[in-house]
């Protein structure tokens, strides 16, 4: 699916519209998407254009498909990369992957890169698990992202995004003026965002009336959007398996039975060792 998001020119093709529930960050991301849009507007004042923005939120809030439709808004290339790659690699990987991302990057801009689980090489010494993975690995790699951050110009077309569940264990070599100096939260959904989340995943299902959203966002507390996004399409495979013609609500209750008792399971499997 990886492939259909992207063109050959790594463009986006995701927007804001494939975006719900996240009113106060998307404002916030359109400031970004002004920046790389529109940088003589900022840079004929003298403004320098910030280089590094951290998105930080619990999983499946919609940290990657709001970078990715900052890219398809702006129509800028979008380079991605993930923190958790680097864990388990030889001493020297990590760090030469970052150099070619950005040597890559340079050559493209203005565009954005992508940085998914900064956590992962972004970790603080102090904070390391001891478990996780090489810890030179690590600061090589962390340390190569930090030269290239400081190596690009400011105004350079170039914004670098990360992503992060703890934003508390990074580094605080990261969060320095003129790298990752701005962060945007993103919060799991509340009711109201639920039901606009749900919208948007039900847009390209071939529902009947009988789906009541407003009734499928209350039952559904404590729901990322991926959960959401999940329910829809557990519920469309349902659908199909009974031959339906279009989905009804008992499909969507069904389905919804199905991912609830999976994640009490899922719970129950956890727990005792948290
Ligand atoms: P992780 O921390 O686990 O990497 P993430 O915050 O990056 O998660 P995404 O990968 O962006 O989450 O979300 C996964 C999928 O869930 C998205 O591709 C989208 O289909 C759906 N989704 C998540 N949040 C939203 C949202 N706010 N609006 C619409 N769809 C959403």
């Known amino acids: 699916?990886?492939?259909?998001?992207?063109?050959?020119?790594?463009?986006?093709?995701?927007?804001?519209?494939?975006?719900?529930?996240?009113?106060?960050?998307?404002?916030?991301?359109?400031?970004?998407?002004?920046?790389?849009?529109?940088?003589?507007?900022?840079?004929?004042?003298?403004?320098?254009?910030?280089?590094?923005?951290?998105?930080?939120g619990p999983p499946g809030t919609g940290k990657t498909l709001l970078?990715?439709?900052?890219?398809?808004?702006?129509?800028?290339?979008?380079?991605?990369?993930?923190?958790?790659?680097?864990?388990?690699?030889?001493?020297?990987?990590?760090?030469?992957?970052?150099?070619?991302?950005?040597?890559?990057?340079?050559?493209?801009?203005?565009?954005i890169i992508f940085i998914d689980e900064i956590d992962s090489i972004g970790?603080?010494?102090?904070?390391?698990?001891?478990?996780?993975?090489?810890?030179?690995?690590?600061?090589?790699?962390?340390?190569?992202?930090?030269?290239?951050?400081?190596?690009?110009?400011?105004n350079s077309g170039i914004i670098v995004l990360a992503a992060t569940n703890r934003a508390d264990l990074l580094d605080p070599a990261l969060l320095r003026p003129g790298r990752f100096d701005r962060h945007i939260y993103l919060e799991l959904p509340n009711i109201k965002e639920r039901e606009e989340i749900f919208k948007v995943h039900m847009r390209p299902l071939k529902t009947d009336n009988s789906i009541d959203v407003a009734f499928l966002?209350?039952?559904?507390?404590?729901?990322?959007?991926?959960?959401?996004?999940?329910?829809?399409?557990?519920?469309?495979l349902i659908a199909a398996r009974r031959k339906k013609e279009s989905i009804t609500r008992q499909d969507f209750l069904d389905a919804l039975d199905r991912i609830i008792a999976g994640l009490e399971k899922k719970s129950k499997i956890i727990s005792p060792e948290e």
């Open 1 to 56: 699916s990886k492939a259909q998001l992207f063109d050959r020119d790594h463009k986006s093709k995701i927007t804001f519209d494939d975006v719900a529930g996240l009113e106060e960050a998307e404002m916030e991301v359109k400031e970004v998407v002004d920046f790389l849009k529109n940088p003589d507007d900022f840079t004929k004042l003298g403004a320098k254009i910030p280089k590094g923005v951290i998105l930080v």
């Open 67 to 111: 970078a990715k439709a900052m890219a398809g808004e702006a129509q800028v290339p979008f380079f991605s990369l993930s923190g958790s790659d680097f864990v388990e690699m030889f001493v020297g990987v990590g760090a030469s992957r970052v150099r070619d991302l950005f040597k890559q990057a340079k050559e493209k801009a203005p565009c």
């Open 123 to 154: 970790r603080s010494r102090g904070k390391q698990v001891a478990f996780t993975g090489s810890n030179d690995e690590r600061e090589s790699t962390l340390n190569q992202l930090l030269t290239e951050m400081d190596g690009f110009a400011t």
């Open 217 to 236: 966002a209350s039952q559904t507390p404590g729901f990322s959007g991926a959960d959401i996004a999940n329910v829809c399409n557990e519920t469309a």
